[in-house]
């Protein structure tokens, strides 16, 4: 092929999604032939980790600009691949329709807020934060504030977002590795980590990039093809997005008869299962959206503020190709969000509706019991069933399983070949390895850019500083590996969290410090502090301390807590003390023009 | 950008920002706030007040940002950048 690699992007990625399918109708005709599932799943993740293996090595880089940012040379399209793989992470591949499953109205409010963070992202953010220049968050909380306390305190925050988040997903790579290649959960684990560092290592952002671009590719394939395919073989309709309102409405009518709301008779065995017990879809009003609405907005504000994704969009070309590309990753964002609630609503009228084949509520027991995928899932303690009433038929609140099931076992469920369960445990693989790479990325970059090089050794040479931020890599990774085999959090909370920290620390100093010329650093280090200290204070009296929310504000909400105080302390402390500097006012108008010279030099 | 064209492009700006932000607003707290009085009417087959939460606040986020860069793009061309 002619030319530089990114003049043939198309056609590389094109040959890489062909050569996907390709694989995926091999693995179709090996299951025919009668390789078992076993086989199967493990060809599928093997198979695609040696891939972004090989992207990773060959977009290896002894480059500042290239390890920080790509060169600043990745296409709007293909950043928005990125992202979205960037962005989707294990949760939202596995958890996000069994969370639509069980929640309800409630539950939507991630969904809402986990696409209109992107409205923020590209109005008061990306643009901005492109044209300044800047390789790391703190670069910019750094310059534009001056001094190293701002630049350190961003550091921090920085580090407890992103370390919260990354746990989860190396915890989630673990999990899918360990099923998949039958391996016991510790080990899984570090074959994930494994995987995700050969993807960073060597080409830190560029490699990132490239992989996260196939990643998105083989995720959102997973995503889409069982929805479709069991939309199409359970007469949904063919394109089910847009015909699962019947659904919907049937489900509505289902639910009293099923008694929908009994207490379970039983208490499983082991932890993680629940019955369904709220209503598909019955929002309440009063409280309840108010509820919605606190979640909403903190998953809008943390999405605007979580370091991984805003350094995306340090790697474009322009300041207006930065915006295109937030507009380019929503959108294929979107694809998979506007999937899952279609995919909860239809693998749950398969289990609800007496009269589909596929229905186990109201059958005998000994006849579920029987079916192979209720087989394999109570093997592995994800399902558990139980006729508590002692009446030989299934109830609504008999059935206990977890949340990943609806993802995971929806193929098993509609009756779908085993392929397309290898595709599934592929596609969660991608998004959590993507989602894993972003994370540990954006840690040791902050640490050895803005700590290392910025704080501690500012004539630290290339190449020193090149290797300091790959020993960090393999440091953190290596930690986050060890605190997930602890198995200490479970997936969604510590994904929300993370949300929350970034928000209470960083939003404000952020906003304001493009949208506010007479924010000064007084202001930035309190809000930063004192926004990041209250929001912690709350989480730990709300979570550990058994404090009583005030206004329903739970620990999935902390960061209202905390972004208000950051908000106001930040002003007020900034209104007591001195006006910047009329070099830093400049340097604001510089930022707000998309014109010109970025305000930080190429190489800093 | 001299001064005053400098001026003019960010006031412009601002205020595109201030009406895109209106519109975030709207479709993700207000709808989705009130969703029990949309749950009578229907559009597409679905209840209108689980429609949104679940396709038709997310179509117009991602509508919106496009929206958003043609008008930036307008607004930057006026300026000369």
């Known amino acids: 092929m002619e030319g530089k690699f990114t003049d043939n992007l198309g056609r590389i990625y094109g ?24 086989t199967i799943g493990i060809l599928f993740v093997a198979f695609t980790i040696v891939i972004y293996a090989c992207i990773g090595w060959l977009s290896r880089t002894m480059e500042v600009s290239a390890y920080y940012v790509a060169g600043r040379e990745v296409p709007t399209v293909y950043n928005g691949m990125a992202t979205a793989a960037d962005w989707m992470s294990g949760a939202s591949f596995v958890a996000l329709a069994g969370g639509i499953y069980f929640g309800g109205y409630s539950y939507l409010a991630f969904i809402v807020g986990w696409t209109g963070g992107y409205v923020l992202v590209n109005s008061l953010m990306a643009p901005y934060l492109r044209k300044f220049g800047c390789y790391t968050v703190p670069d910019f909380i750094g310059t534009r504030y001056g001094g190293n306390a701002a630049r350190l305190c961003a550091v921090i925050v920085l580090v407890v977002a992103s370390f919260t988040y990354v746990t989860a997903q190396i915890n989630a790579s ?111 009003g009063g409280m309840q959206s108010w509820s ?31 915006r295109r590309s937030v507009a380019y990753s929503l959108f294929f964002i979107f694809l998979l969000y506007f999937t899952a609630p279609a995919l909860a609503t239809l693998t749950k009228l398969q289990l609800l509706d007496p009269t589909l084949a596929t229905s186990i509520i109201g059958k005998s027991i000994a006849e579920v019991q029987a079916l192979p995928w209720v087989q394999n899932w109570s093997a592995v303690k994800m399902l558990w069933l139980n006729d508590g009433n002692g009446d030989g038929i299934l109830q609504l609140n008999e059935f206990f399983m977890r949340a990943d099931i609806v993802v995971l076992a929806t193929p098993e469920i509609a009756g779908l070949p085993y392929v397309i369960s290898g595709l599934v ?41 090149l290797v300091v931020a790959r020993v960090l890599l393999v440091v953190i990774g290596g930690l986050g590996a060890y605190i997930a085999s602890m198995k200490l959090t479970g997936i969604l909370g510590a ?103 970025e305000v930080l030099s190429a190489t800093h | 950008m001299d001064g005053e064209t400098k001026q003019r492009h960010w006031a412009r700006t601002r205020s595109l920002t201030f009406k895109v932000l209106a519109v975030w607003f709207i479709f993700s707290i207000i709808v ?38 043609y008008q930036q793009d307008k607004i930057d061309d006026d300026a000369g950048v």
């Open chain 1, 15 to 38: 040959l890489y999604t062909g050569g996907f399918i390709g694989f995926i109708i091999l693995m179709a005709i090996f299951e025919q032939m009668g390789m078992g599932a076993a």
């Open chain 1, 174 to 284: 673990g999990t899918i590795a360990a099923r998949a290649l039958q391996i016991p959960f510790e080990v899984g684990v570090y074959i994930g980590l494994l995987g995700i560092l050969l993807c960073s290592m060597l080409g830190g952002m560029r490699a990132v990039t490239w992989t996260q671009v196939a990643q998105y590719i083989v995720l959102i394939i997973a995503y889409l093809i069982p929805v479709i395919w069991m939309s199409n073989t359970q007469g949904f309709g063919i394109i089910p997005h847009f015909s699962y309102g019947d659904a919907v409405a049937r489900i509505q009518e289902l639910e009293p008869a099923l008694q929908l709301g009994a207490a379970a008779v039983d208490k499983p065995p082991f932890g993680g299962v629940k019955i369904l017990s709220v209503p598909h879809f019955d929002p309440q």
């Open chain 1, 292 to 322: 919605f609405a606190t979640l909403a907005i903190c998953m809008m504000m943390g999405t605007a503020s979580l370091p991984h994704i805003l350094m995306r969009y340090f790697t474009t070309p322009s300041v207006r190709d930065a």
């Open chain 1, 425 to 465: 445990a592929a596609g969660g693989m991608a998004a959590a390895m993507s989602t894993a790479d972003g994370l540990l990325l954006a840690i040791a970059n902050a640490l050895s850019h803005d700590l290392y090089y910025k704080i501690i050794d500012p004539k630290a040479e290339t190449k020193t500083r």
């Open chain 1, 495 to 597: 994904v929300a969290w993370a949300f929350d920290f970034a928000m209470s620390g960083l939003f404000f100093p952020l906003v304001l410090g493009i949208w506010w010329k007479r924010a000064n650093k007084s202001g930035a280090i309190a809000g930063m502090v004192l926004g990041f200290l209250a929001g912690t204070w709350y989480l730990y009296q709300v979570y550990f301390n058994g404090m009583t929310p005030w206004m329903g504000i739970d620990h999935l909400r902390f960061g209202i807590i905390g972004a208000s105080v950051s908000l106001v302390s930040m002003v007020v402390v900034s209104l007591l003390t001195e006006e910047p500097d009329a070099e830093t006012q400049a340097m604001v108008d510089a930022t707000r023009d998309p014109s010109g010279e």
């Open chain 2, 32 to 69: 989705p706030w009130n969703a029990k009085a949309l749950m009578g009417i229907s559009f597409l087959g679905f209840p209108l007040g689980y429609y949104f939460p679940v396709q038709g606040s997310l179509i117009i986020f991602v509508a919106l940002i496009f929206y958003q860069n």
